[in-house]
């Protein structure tokens, strides 16, 4: 399906296209200029132009139409046609012109020439900009960045370059892994051993789209209570197969610098060993406590391996050594 650049470019095929825009609107994806016969610096305006659509989302200019500049919040309208005398020279100075005065190159301009029927060689310049990826594109006449925003090319703010660039702060997610002790498992009401996990944010940028998922082992498993005990997780519980584990956050769950976020709570079940470890010296009354005995469970050691990730950030693995453990509890627990 084309995108709103490529469609428009494809319609504007002869003057009777051309001629309908008057009365119109510009737009983020449509711009137009007149070329003047006394302008001694169309570089100027036109790598403004090409500079705004390439560091937006692309589009279409036109050569030959009038659309005054109105105050500002109020959109340009298209008010008259000015076709150009020679669209084969305006076209070959436009390609000129690009080249020489927006840096990096714009990869991709499609110039069309459309005669108006008047005169020989008049007519209009219809230009095709693409989106360009990576690092914007500046204006090698003023050396300014340009993005077209609505019906109006502005000069880029300076977080907008940084962005592009990819030279703002990034963010760096370090897992959050504490042992919260034991406690019954709602169904069995055997004790379990539960671990919180989380995400923390130790680098200078926001997280956007933070993530974190692992793989069920060795009887570790998520706490269907969620972090709050209501069934709630700090962030969404993905669908998945297998033994996959996956909490992915959307685009309103962001991580700010120096922030943490509790995700769930993950539960391992033990082994009922009965009396087995209980030293009757050291607890001489755990045996016949309230008239009846006590038993150890047991917890062996293993390993919980993840891997975290978010916007801007390299997909990170990371493992938590879980050490054995027991505890000692009535046997009627």
């Not at 005398?85 to 459309?114: C, F, H, M, Q, Y």
């Not at 500046?138 to 502005?154: E, N, P």
Request: charged share 25%; net charge negative; glycine share 12%.
């Amino acid at each position: 399906m084309l995108g709103r650049a490529e469609q428009l470019f494809a319609e504007l095929i002869d003057s009777s296209a051309i001629l309908a825009l008057i009365n119109q609107h510009e737009d983020a994806y449509l711009d137009c200029k007149e070329w003047h016969p006394r302008d001694t610096s169309p570089e100027k305006w036109l790598a403004k132009a090409i500079c705004g659509l390439t560091n937006a989302e692309g589009g279409v200019l036109v050569i030959g139409l009038k659309a005054p500049s109105k105050p500002k919040d109020d959109p340009d309208i298209i008010e008259s046609a000015a076709p150009v005398a020679d669209t084969r020279l305006i076209k070959s100075r436009v390609l000129d012109l690009i080249g020489k005065n927006v840096e990096p190159g714009v990869l991709g301009i499609d110039v069309r020439e459309i005669p108006d029927g008047v005169s020989d060689g008049s007519g209009f310049v219809v230009v095709f900009v693409h989106a360009s990826e990576g690092s914007p594109r500046r204006s090698r006449v003023d050396w300014k960045f340009y993005q077209r925003i609505g019906s109006i090319t502005l000069p880029m703010e300076y977080f907008q370059i940084e962005e592009r660039f990819g030279v703002r702060p990034h963010p760096r997610l370090e897992l959050l892994w504490e042992q919260k002790g034991y406690q019954a498992n709602t169904f069995t009401r055997f004790p379990a051993r539960q671990f919180v996990i989380g995400i923390r944010n130790v680098g200078a940028g926001i997280a956007k789209f933070p993530s974190i998922w692992f793989a069920r082992s060795d009887g570790l498993g998520v706490k269907f209570g969620g972090i709050d005990g209501t069934g709630g997780f700090g962030l969404g519980l993905a669908p998945t197969e297998g033994e996959l584990v996956a909490f992915r956050g959307g685009v309103n769950d962001v991580i700010y610098p120096d922030q943490t976020l509790k995700i769930a709570i993950l539960v391992q079940q033990g082994e009922n060993v009965g009396i087995e470890g209980i030293s009757v010296a050291e607890y001489p009354m755990l045996l016949q406590r309230n008239g009846g005995t006590h038993h150890r469970w047991v917890f062996k050691a293993t390993v919980f391996e993840c891997h975290i990730s978010c916007e801007g950030m390299e997909t990170k693995r990371v493992k938590e050594m879980i050490p054995d453990g027991s505890v000692i509890v009535p046997s009627n627990y």
